[in-house]
C-alpha cells in the first residue's frame, strides 16, 4: 500500500475530489484527518473507517487560522504524527471581471490561495520537527492558462501554482516536498452547480466536453489518482512541480 501508516490531512474531504481521494488514501493504508466546512464530512470519514482505514473528520473553516490549529492538534494528537497535506478544499467563482465585486475576490482569494498559506503554515512546523513531508496543493489548468470570466478564480489558482514553487524551494533540504495538482475539468457538485447556472446546461455541458481533446469531462478518481501519486513515494524526486490532469486541454 502506498499510504501505509501515513497520517494524512485532507480538506475539502465532504465532496468531489476530496471525497475521492480520501477513500483511495484509504484503501492505500492512510490515517486520515479530513476537514470541510460541510458536516458531511463526517460521512467520508465513516465510509473511509468501513474500508479499514483510521479516519477522524473535523468541521472546519480553510480560510480561518484557528481552524487549522485545531485539525494540527487533531492529526497529531490522534497518529503523532503529520506526514502529508493535501490542500483540495476551493470554491469555484464564474464572473464577468466588472460584475466582480471586492466581496467575491476576496471570498475566492481567501478560500482558495490564503487557506493554501494557512495551511502550509501550519504544518511545516510539523513536518521540521519529524524531519520531512509532503504537501500536494491543488491549483486548476486556469492556474496555468487564463480563462474569461474566472478573473478572481485565475488569480488565485495561479498564486497557488506559485506558492507550491516557492515553499519547494524554500524547504526542499529539509525533506519537504511541495507539488501542486492542476485538474480539468472534473465532473463534482463544483462543476454540476456551474453547469446548471448556465442559460442552457445541456449546451454548455457540450462546450465543456468539446473543448477537451479527449471529448469528455474527467472522473473525480482521475484527479485523486494524481493527488496519491503526489503524495506518495512513488513521486518522491518530484518538487515544486505542477501535475495537470486535463485530458490535454492546456497542451
Ligand atoms: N471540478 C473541477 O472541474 C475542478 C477543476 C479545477 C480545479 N478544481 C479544484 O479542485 C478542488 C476540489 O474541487 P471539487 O470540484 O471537488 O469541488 P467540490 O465543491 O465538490 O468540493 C470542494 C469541497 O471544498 C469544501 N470547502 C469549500 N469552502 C471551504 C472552506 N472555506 N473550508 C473548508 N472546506 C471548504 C466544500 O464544502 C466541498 O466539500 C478545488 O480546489 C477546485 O478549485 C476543480
Same mark, same amino acid.
Given at each position: 500500500?502506498?499510504?501505509?501508516?501515513?497520517?494524512?490531512? /485532507?480538506?475539502?474531504?465532504?465532496?468531489?475530489?476530496?471525497?475521492?481521494?480520501? +477513500?483511495?488514501?484509504?484503501? @492505500?493504508?492512510?490515517?486520515? #484527518?479530513?476537514?470541510?466546512?460541510?458536516?458531511?464530512?463526517?460521512?467520508?470519514?465513516?465510509?473511509?473507517?468501513?474500508?479499514?482505514?483510521?479516519?477522524?473528520?473535523?468541521?472546519?473553516?480553510?480560510?480561518?487560522?484557528?481552524?487549522?490549529?485545531?485539525?494540527?492538534? +487533531?492529526?497529531?494528537?490522534?497518529?503523532?504524527?503529520?506526514?502529508?497535506?493535501?490542500?483540495?478544499?476551493?470554491?469555484?467563482?464564474?464572473?464577468?471581471? +466588472?460584475?466582480?465585486? @471586492?466581496?467575491?475576490?476576496?471570498?475566492?482569494?481567501?478560500?482558495? +490561495?490564503?487557506?493554501?498559506?494557512?495551511?502550509?503554515?501550519?504544518?511545516?512546523?510539523?513536518?521540521?520537527?519529524?524531519?520531512?513531508?509532503?504537501?500536494?496543493? #491543488?491549483?486548476?489548468?486556469?492556474?496555468?492558462? %487564463?480563462?474569461?470570466?474566472?478573473?478572481?478564480?485565475?488569480?488565485?489558482?495561479?498564486?497557488?501554482?506559485? /506558492?507550491?514553487?516557492?515553499?519547494?524551494?524554500?524547504?526542499?533540504?529539509?525533506?519537504?516536498?511541495?507539488?501542486?495538482?492542476?485538474?480539468?475539468?472534473?465532473?463534482?457538485?463544483?462543476? @454540476?452547480?456551474?453547469?446548471?447556472?448556465?442559460?442552457?446546461?445541456?449546451?454548455?455541458?457540450?462546450?465543456?466536453?468539446?473543448?477537451?481533446?479527449?471529448?469528455?469531462?474527467?472522473?473525480?478518481?482521475?484527479?485523486?489518482?494524481?493527488?496519491?501519486?503526489?503524495?506518495?513515494?512513488?513521486?518522491?524526486?518530484?518538487?515544486?512541480?505542477?501535475?495537470?490532469?486535463? %485530458?490535454?486541454?492546456?497542451?
Amino acid at each position: 500500500m502506498k499510504l501505509e501508516g501515513k497520517s494524512v490531512l /485532507i480538506t475539502g474531504a465532504a465532496s468531489g475530489i476530496g471525497r475521492a481521494a480520501s +477513500l483511495l488514501f484509504a484503501d @492505500e493504508g492512510a490515517k486520515l #484527518t479530513l476537514l470541510d466546512i460541510d458536516g458531511e464530512v463526517e460521512n467520508t470519514a465513516k465510509q473511509a473507517r468501513e474500508r479499514g482505514a483510521d479516519a477522524v473528520s473535523l468541521k472546519a473553516d480553510v480560510s480561518k487560522s484557528g481552524d487549522w490549529e485545531k485539525a494540527v492538534k +487533531l492529526a497529531v494528537g490522534k497518529y503523532r504524527r503529520l506526514d502529508v497535506l493535501y490542500n483540495d478544499a476551493g470554491i469555484g467563482m464564474y464572473r464577468p471581471f +466588472l460584475e466582480t465585486t @471586492e466581496e467575491d475576490w476576496d471570498r475566492v482569494l481567501d478560500i482558495d +490561495l490564503k487557506s493554501v498559506y494557512l495551511g502550509c503554515r501550519s504544518v511545516i512546523p510539523e513536518m521540521l520537527k519529524q524531519g520531512g513531508g509532503v504537501i500536494v496543493n #491543488t491549483a486548476s489548468e486556469i492556474g496555468i492558462s %487564463g480563462a474569461r470570466n474566472y478573473a478572481a478564480y485565475c488569480a488565485a489558482k495561479g498564486g497557488v501554482v506559485q /506558492i507550491t514553487r516557492a515553499l519547494a524551494l524554500e524547504f526542499g533540504d529539509k525533506n519537504i516536498r511541495v507539488n501542486c495538482l492542476c485538474p480539468g475539468v472534473t465532473l463534482t457538485p463544483m462543476l @454540476e452547480l456551474g453547469i446548471s447556472r448556465a442559460q442552457d446546461p445541456a449546451a454548455r455541458r457540450r462546450y465543456l466536453e468539446e473543448e477537451v481533446p479527449l471529448k469528455r469531462i474527467g472522473k473525480p478518481e482521475e484527479i485523486a489518482n494524481g493527488a496519491l501519486f503526489l503524495a506518495s513515494d512513488d513521486s518522491s524526486f518530484m518538487n515544486g512541480a505542477t501535475l495537470v490532469i486535463d %485530458g490535454g486541454a492546456t497542451a
